[in-house]
Nanobody, 123 residues
């Protein structure tokens, strides 16, 4: 089992940047595919980005491709999401997630979730 705690959210103007971090407990962090999701008020939680166990492969939803970067440090049990060129439509609660099954793709079927961190982008 793994516990996930996000940090780094806040209020930023459009065009600005934020760096979200997710700290994971447990000794087997490198066994998990890690992902970031977001949920805006009144909307479903959507996939944002994911990274494979080694950190060599990543996946992004189209709307953030080229603006967001996911990375992980298996020695520190952390996964980060760098958010650049932020837009008001990026406003949401961002969740870190972990999954054991690395064969089923990156965008669904996550096993563990953090509580989220709020990102608000003003226009």
């Amino acid at each position: 089992q793994v516990q996930l705690v996000e940090s780094g959210g806040g209020l930023v103007q459009a065009g600005g940047s934020l760096r979200l971090s997710c700290a994971a407990s447990g000794r087997t962090f490198s066994s998990y595919v890690m992902g970031w999701f977001r949920q805006a008020p009144g909307k479903e939680r959507d996939f944002v980005a994911a990274i494979n166990r080694s950190g060599r492969s990543t996946d992004y939803t189209d709307s953030v491709e080229g603006r967001f970067t996911i990375s992980r440090d298996n020695a520190k049990n952390t996964v980060d999401l760098q958010l650049n060129s932020l837009k008001p439509e990026d406003t949401a609660t961002y969740y870190c997630a972990a999954k054991i099954d690395y064969k089923s793709g990156y965008r669904a079927n996550y096993d563990y979730w953090g509580r989220g961190t709020q990102v608000t982008v003003s226009s």
